[in-house]
């Protein structure tokens, strides 16, 4: 019967299509007969018409009535939930007021207590402070504190030489005077002439009264200059020599090893 109520739509459109089904067969068997079967078959067709279209609204009234009803159930369902939320939150608000003034009772009953009980924490608080200075000062006497010898952690930058490059004179040959040489006619006397005769000339010189003979030798007559010779090259100038710095990377205990 479930499986007939959710599925009746789908079984009333089956049953409507055997019965269509039926009466096409009907109507093949029975074209050779009597017109008066054909209205019989007919009628009958009209009769199923009429049976599956009650049987639709009936179905549909039914869907109708099972959807009204589940929606009866569910706002039943919802007003139970509410209910039951309110019945929670009253009873929580019943035990916060009892554990409140169960909380009072104890206050006061702390309160009455305190005198006693106050006496008797600072007599023991005394007592552990006692004991822990006791223990501290023993602690201390017996374990000596460390101290740190801290020593430098170093090491060696090596800095290279630094300078610059100029144009330096490189000088190929020096300065030098070159002597300018002549033939000319040398007397003994040391007098010279540039030819033997001549009114200028050495005959001259020997008829004015000189005895001495002649000879020709070179005589210099003057000097040439010749300035320095050289070339301009670039050449390297040192600023700093090279030199290597130490320097302090850290500090480590040598008793421990820490660092800093």
Do not use: R
């Not at 067709?45 to 959807?67: G, N, P, R, Y």
């Not at 030098?176 to 040391?190: A, N, S």
């Not at 300035?227 to 302090?248: F, L, M, P, R, Y």
């Amino acid at each position: 019967m479930k499986w007939f109520k959710e599925h009746k739509k789908a079984a009333s459109i089956g049953l409507f299509l055997l019965v269509l089904i039926l009466i096409g067969c009907g109507v093949a068997f029975s074209d050779s007969g009597n017109g008066s079967d054909q209205k019989e078959q007919e009628a009958s067709v009209t009769d199923t018409k009429k049976d599956t279209a009650e049987e639709k609204k009936s179905s549909d009234a039914e869907v109708k009535k099972e959807d009204a009803v589940k929606e009866k159930v569910s706002e039943e369902k919802i007003e139970t939930k509410e209910e039951a939320k309110k019945e929670e939150k009253t009873e929580k608000k019943d035990d916060t007021k009892k554990t409140g003034t169960a909380s009072a009772t104890a206050t006061t009953k702390k309160e009455e207590a305190k005198p006693s009980s106050s006496k008797s924490s600072s007599s023991s608080s005394t007592k552990k402070t006692e004991t822990k200075a006791n223990n501290s000062s023993s602690s201390n006497s017996s374990k000596p504190q460390h101290t740190h010898t801290w020593v430098a952690q170093t090491k060696n930058v090596y800095h290279e030489a630094t300078g610059h490059y100029e144009n330096k004179w490189v000088q190929d040959s020096a300065a030098w005077d070159e002597d300018q040489y002549t033939e000319k006619v040398v007397c003994g006397c040391g007098a010279t002439f540039d030819s033997v005769e001549g009114t200028y000339g050495w005959e001259q010189h020997s008829i004015d009264g000189c005895n001495y003979g002649y000879s020709v030798l070179p005589v210099k007559t003057g000097t040439i200059h010749h300035e320095a010779t050289g070339h301009n090259e670039q050449k390297w100038v040192q600023d700093s020599a090279e030199w290597t710095e130490t320097v302090t990377t850290g500090y480590k205990c040598s008793g421990c090893g820490a660092t800093k």
